[in-house]
Structures are given as structure tokens and as C-alpha cells.
């Protein structure tokens, strides 16, 4: 029983194209995040939603733009792809705010690769 | 600002020896630190936490962390290493007192190589 999912697990698409990628938790978490992870593997957040609301928008470009129709559910969707958005993104989920340190749970990961 | 470092990018290993992966932190406040574990093509797993309370904590697959607030570490163990255990491992900070909404401050990665 997955906890954290995300469709599609690989995406190749060329320069220019409009992507989105899909993430749902079924943990019950209130906070849902983006990371993106370079060629160098350096794990860099991009956004974090709570409860619907955006928390986190960390200097990324317009052209991401996430969108969490629901507490269990945010998406990214990505337009004018360009070469240097070639990378895995994770999405991410925790339980903020309590005592015990709201560690995030990862999904597997979507590599996107822009040609 | 916070801010987390692994100095080491490669640790080796023999199977059945210790193993220590190196992470220090800075927070302006008191920290919440975790290890995650990632394998090749995956998502990263969460291994263990500290919050509170005792220096040393034990979490998944027999590794343990102790933090240190004096060296501002939280340095990875486990007493012997297997093959299995080969993967990249971040350390990673959130400042309890944040209102960043869970924000956490991942170091770069250290890749744990355990030859048999």
C-alpha cells in the first residue's frame, strides 16, 4: 500500500512542451512538498503546501507552478520546458506541527528528461 | 541562516567493520535532525530522528545517530556495516522554532560504499 505515489515515474518530452506530474499521499498528512534533485543529487526544496495553502515557494521559476487540489493531492505542472529542468522530483509529504518532528516521506521519484 | 553539512562525499567500508557518516548543523535554534537513505532510482526512506531527550537515537536497520549540541553533529552509525547498507545517505535539519511550514535543510549527500 503506497504512501507517497507519483505518475509518471519517467517523462521525456522535448524543449518548449507543457508536463505535469502527479503526487497523492494516503497517510493523512496536512503538508505536501516538491523537491527537485540535480545530475550532482543535491536535493533542493521547491514548494510546500498546507492544507491547500502554499507555505513554501522557494525562488523557482514561474513557469512551475503547483497545484494541491486537496490535502492528499499536489501537482506540478511545468510549462515551457527548457533543457536545464532535466532532473528528479520528489514529492513529499509530513504531519506538521506536532511534537514528534514532522519527518517527511518521499515517493519514488519522476525523471524528466527535456531533450 | 540554517544549514547543513556532510564534509565526506564518499565513505568505504568493509562488510562487518563500523560505520560513521558525518553530519553538522547549524540552526538559530534548537534543531530537529533526521537521516534519510536513498538507493539507486528511488525515493529517499527515513531512517531515524531526533527531537528530544537522549543524545542517541536508534531507528531503521540497525543504524543509530547521536547528537552532540556542543559539536552541533549528528553523525550516522552502525557497529557492522553489510553490503546492503551501500546507498547515499542525507542528513538533513528543521528548526523547531521555524514557522516555515516543515522546511527542511538537506546536506549535499555522502555515497556509503561497503565492499565485501
Known amino acids: 500500500d503506497t504512501a507517497v505515489s507519483q505518475t509518471p515515474k519517467y517523462l521525456v518530452t522535448q524543449m518548449g512542451n507543457d508536463k505535469s506530474i502527479k503526487c497523492e499521499q494516503n497517510?493523512?498528512?496536512?503538508?505536501m512538498y516538491w523537491y527537485k534533485q540535480d545530475s550532482k543529487k543535491f536535493l533542493k526544496i521547491m514548494f510546500s503546501?498546507?492544507?491547500?495553502?502554499?507555505?513554501i515557494n522557494e525562488t523557482v521559476p514561474n513557469r512551475f507552478s503547483p497545484k494541491s487540489p486537496d490535502k492528499a493531492h499536489l501537482n506540478l505542472h511545468i510549462n515551457s520546458l527548457e533543457l536545464g529542468d532535466s532532473a528528479v522530483y520528489f514529492c513529499?509529504?509530513?504531519?506538521?506541527?506536532?511534537?514528534?518532528?514532522?519527518?517527511?516521506?518521499f515517493g519514488p521519484g519522476t525523471r524528466l528528461t527535456v531533450t | 541562516a540554517q544549514s547543513v553539512a556532510q564534509p565526506e562525499d564518499q565513505v568505504n567500508v568493509a562488510e562487518g567493520n563500523p560505520l560513521t557518516v558525518k553530519c553538522t548543523y547549524s540552526?538559530?535554534?534548537?534543531?530537529?535532525l533526521f537521516w534519510y537513505v536513498q538507493y539507486p532510482n528511488r525515493g529517499l526512506q527515513f531512517l531515524l530522528k531526533?527531537?528530544?531527550?537522549?543524545?542517541l537515537v536508534k531507528g531503521s536497520y540497525g543504524f543509530e545517530a547521536e547528537f552532540n549540541k556542543s559539536q552541533t553533529s549528528f553523525h550516522l552509525k552502525k557497529p557492522s556495516a553489510l553490503v546492503s547498507d551501500s546507498a547515499l545517505y542525507f542528513c538533513?535539519?528543521?528548526?523547531?522554532?521555524?514557522?516555515?511550514?516543515?522546511?527542511?535543510?538537506f546536506g549535499q549527500g555522502t555515497e556509503l560504499s561497503v565492499k565485501p
Open positions: 513529499a509529504s509530513s504531519q506538521v506541527g506536532l511534537a514528534g518532528g514532522g519527518e517527511q516521506y
Open positions: 497517510l493523512g498528512h496536512d503538508t
Open positions: 503546501y498546507n492544507n491547500k495553502e502554499l507555505i
Open positions: 540552526v538559530s535554534g534548537n534543531p530537529y
Open positions: 531526533y527531537i528530544t531527550g537522549d543524545n
Open positions: 538533513a535539519v528543521r528548526d523547531k522554532g521555524s514557522n516555515q511550514g516543515g522546511k527542511l535543510i
